[in-house]
Structure formats: C-alpha cells, structure tokens
C-alpha cells in the first residue's frame, strides 16, 4: 500500500511538473505572440511613415512643377516686354533720325 501511494505522489509529482512546464511554454508562446504584434505594428508605423514622407514628396515635385511653371511664363514675359521695349526704341530712333533729317533740310533751305 505504501509504495502505491509513493507511486502515486510521484506520478502525481511528474504530472504538476509537467503542469508547469506547459504554463511555461504558454507563457513563452504568449510572449513571443506580444513581440511579433509590437513588431508588426512599428512596422504599420514605418510604412505609414513612408506613405506620409512619398505623399510629402509628391506635393514638394508638385509645387516645384508650378514654380517652374511659373518661371517659364515669366520668362515668356519678360521676352516679350524685352521685344516691345526694342520696337520702342527703334521707332524712337526712327522718329529722331527723322526730327533731325527735317531739321537738317529745313536749315539747308
């Protein structure tokens, strides 16, 4: 009788032992479970940083796009004023070329 009860206070030793190795286990599984979803959220967190910065990167290539955009018309106008200021001042010499050349032919008569 009493080395069935020892039988028994060991099995049932080994089976507590057994217990707290798979509370173990679980516990480690559960850990491990935590750092894989703080793992896969930083990298959600990165990605959507990414997204954030690409998008960012867009807008700054679309301004640049308008600004140059811009500069070209500037340009466009400042050829053209360059133009009618030259067409202004030949017409200027022209007409002065002319007030002399009358004034020449009326000192002459």
Same mark, same amino acid.
């Given at each position: 009788?009493?080395? %069935? ?5 060991r099995?049932?030793e ?6 707290? *190795? ?7 599984i ?11 959220? !930083?990298?959600?967190? &990165? /990605?959507?940083?990414m997204?954030?910065? /690409?998008?960012?990167? &867009? ?6 796009? %308008?600004?140059?955009?811009? *500069?070209?018309?500037?340009?466009? %106008?400042?050829?053209? &004023?360059?133009e009618?200021? &030259?067409?202004?001042?030949? +017409?200027l010499e ?5 007030? +002399?050349?009358? !004034? ?5 008569m």
């Amino acid at each position: 009788m009493r080395e %069935r009860e020892e039988k028994t206070w060991r099995q049932e030793e080994k089976m507590r032992e057994q217990e707290e *190795m798979i509370r173990e286990q679980e516990k480690k599984i559960w850990e491990q479970e935590k750092m894989m979803q703080e793992q896969e959220e !930083k990298m959600w967190e &990165q /990605e959507e940083k990414m997204w954030e910065q /690409e998008e960012k990167m &867009q807008e700054q290539e679309e301004k640049m796009r %308008r600004q140059e955009e811009k *500069m070209r018309e500037q340009e466009v %106008r400042l050829r053209e &004023q360059e133009e009618k200021m &030259q067409e202004q001042e030949e +017409h200027l010499e022209a007409a002065i070329y002319r007030a +002399h050349d009358k !004034k020449a032919k009326t000192i002459n008569m």
